[in-house]
């Protein structure tokens, strides 16, 4: 479940909730109990793992399709 960020317009406060993708935003802030969260947008802790091409196909390519990829300098 993605964990999303949120910050009150009234009083300030910041609260982070982890929610399905699907749910609604939280509107009501636990602090002040006025309906003024807003979520923020935040830098996602996603990464991928490994080496390797990442790119329109899911094959690593050694023919030099992929030119940054590390398998390719020599």
Request: net charge positive; charged share 20%.
């Amino acid at each position: 479940m993605p964990l999303y960020e949120y910050k009150c317009a009234s009083c300030g406060a910041e609260i982070s909730a982890r929610q399905g993708m699907r749910d609604a935003p939280l509107t009501l802030c636990p602090k002040c109990g006025q309906q003024s969260l807003k979520r923020k947008i935040s830098l996602s802790n996603f990464s991928l793992k490994g080496v390797g091409c990442f790119g329109k196909s899911s094959s690593h390519q050694p023919s030099g399709a992929c030119s940054s990829c590390p398998h390719n300098k020599e």
